[in-house]
């Protein structure tokens, strides 16, 4: 049994307790969903992409029928609740620019980053959310929870995962609101990345790392940053110390692909895509950066290239726990019974 959480948050749909109500919300048969639910394993192929210089990223990857009713779970109940503002990650109309700007010009800068984020966050966590936000009863929380869960945890690749983890988390997110008021600091929550800066933000790491271990999750030692402003602040890769901003090595890096691209002789639009993709990135960052590097794409590179080159190098593969994803419904304590 988990400890007494405060969630402060209600849904504008609950309570859920209804089997016609979650019918007519999902716009399913209550047969089917429990169908699936009973099932939902084999609904799952997971993998591992594959990219050089990076550590292989584990994909539970549900597949097209689980994932379509993921996202109605998404859209028709998990976006009904107004999570806190300092919440970034996942939330609409908000991206990681939005994140980075509550950083801008202070003395300090800390980022934080939730060690295995989404596997600490368990199908209990998941349960007493449908329970305490959204007003479920036994039987229907459960349902939810084994359609937005996998292996007891919470699954990578699920449309369904990052809101569910904003609200997973939400009793230590009070609890380091109140530390962070205390000393007048700003933060923000952005997915796993935990960022909060001003004049004493340095005095309370500690603390606010031994509230997250309360809590269940962990903070990785290696990406844990303390940033002064005589240096380079970053939060969500976005440079923050005067203005939001990007990189100057980012910046160089399009403006050398682009230039090596056009000695060429054939071009692959493979490449192009991806260098347009980049220069739109840094539009929507810095409109004047991005303008000057879409005015360099134009004159050096050709408008049409036939396709060509080889594939980018990125392997997927079955993931090595593969043995491990199978239907294990049977033997999955019902974890209402543990109430």
């Not at 919440?87 to 990681?96: E, L, N, P």
């Not at 997973?168 to 609101?177: A, G, K, R, S």
């Not at 205390?182 to 031994?210: C, H, L, M, P, Q």
Request: proline share 4%; glycine share 4%; charged share 30%.
């Amino acid at each position: 049994m988990t400890n007494v959480k405060k969630y402060n948050l209600k849904s504008s749909k609950a309570p859920l307790m209804s089997r016609r109500k979650i019918e007519s919300l999902l716009g399913e048969k209550i047969e089917y969903l429990e169908h699936v639910a009973s099932k939902v394993g084999n609904y799952y192929k997971p993998f591992d992409i594959y990219t050089p210089g990076k550590k292989p990223r584990h994909i539970d990857n549900p597949n097209s029928d689980l994932k379509k009713i993921q996202k109605k779970i998404k859209s028709r109940v998990l976006e009904t609740v107004i999570l806190p503002e300092t919440m970034m990650g996942g939330i609409k109309d908000k991206s990681h620019k939005d994140n980075a700007l509550r950083h801008i010009d202070k003395k300090v800068v800390i980022t934080l980053d939730l060690k295995s984020y989404f596997p600490k966050t368990n199908n209990r966590n998941i349960y007493d959310v449908f329970i305490n936000v959204f007003g479920c009863n036994r039987e229907t929380a459960h349902l939810f929870t084994k359609l937005t869960s996998y292996q007891r945890r919470l699954p990578q690749g699920a449309p369904s995962s990052t809101l569910l983890a904003n609200m997973c988390v939400l009793p230590m997110h009070n609890d380091l609101q109140e530390l962070f008021n205390r000393n007048d600091i700003t933060w923000t929550f952005y997915i796993d990345d935990i960022a909060f800066s001003g004049d004493n933000a340095d005095k309370v790491i500690d603390e606010a790392i031994k509230i997250i271990q309360n809590h269940g999750q962990g903070v990785s030692c290696k990406k844990k940053k303390i940033m002064y402003a005589n240096n380079r602040q970053m939060v969500t890769k976005l440079c923050v110390n005067r203005k939001v901003g990007i990189k100057k090595e980012k910046i160089n890096k399009i403006r050398e692909d682009i230039i090596n691209l056009s000695w060429q002789p054939n071009i692959d639009n493979r490449k192009l895509q991806a260098i347009k993709g980049s220069i739109n990135y840094v539009k929507s960052i810095c409109a004047v950066r991005g303008q000057s590097l879409d005015n360099l794409y134009k004159k050096m590179l050709p408008a049409k290239t036939g396709l060509i080159g080889k594939k980018p190098k990125i392997k997927t593969t079955s993931c090595k726990c593969s043995k491990k994803h199978r239907e294990y419904v049977k033997g999955v304590r019902n974890i209402s019974n543990k109430e």
